[in-house]
């Protein structure tokens, strides 16, 4: 029984399902919070709910959307962020004031701001905050 248990962890806990950086995914589904004292990485998966990720403040924040649902990430507390918005239809990002880059996000469904009040510069389909 506890070789179960550690092989189901094994897979489960270090299962990295396509995020853009380095990290296991933390995210148990598409609508997650990120755990408070670590950083957050989420591939959003096709086929499942909209993308609704809460990143942790003062964490690094790397969230790839799935291009065929919504994608909504907030993260103006967290250290350095970067979405992939992957040409998602809507894609809304709230950044904190600086350290935030969003790309392949295309179109009127675009929406970065820096910090609580700031919008991103836009170069084509990049986004970002000084």
């Given amino acids: 029984m506890k070789s179960l248990v550690l092989l189901i962890c094994l897979v489960a806990c270090t ?3 396509g995020g ?3 990290g296991p995914d933390d995210c148990l ?6 755990p408070g004292a670590a950083a957050c990485d989420h591939a959003c998966a096709p086929g499942g709910p909209p993308c609704h990720v809460q990143c942790s403040a003062g964490q ?9 649902e919504e994608c909504h990430v907030e993260a103006s507390t967290s250290g350095f962020v970067d979405v992939n918005c992957n040409n998602s239809a809507e894609c809304h990002v709230t950044c904190p004031a600086s350290n935030c880059t969003v790309t392949n996000c295309v179109g009127a469904g675009c929406e970065v701001t820096c910090g ?3 919008i991103a ?3 084509g389909t990049t986004a970002t905050c000084p």
């Fill in 116 to 118: 609580l009040t700031g």
């Fill in 29 to 34: 589904s598409d609508s997650c919070v990120c």
């Fill in 15 to 17: 299962s990295n399902d």
């Fill in 121 to 123: 510069t836009r170069t």
């Fill in 20 to 22: 853009t950086g380095p």
């Fill in 60 to 68: 690094s924040c790397d969230v790839l959307c799935e291009p065929s």
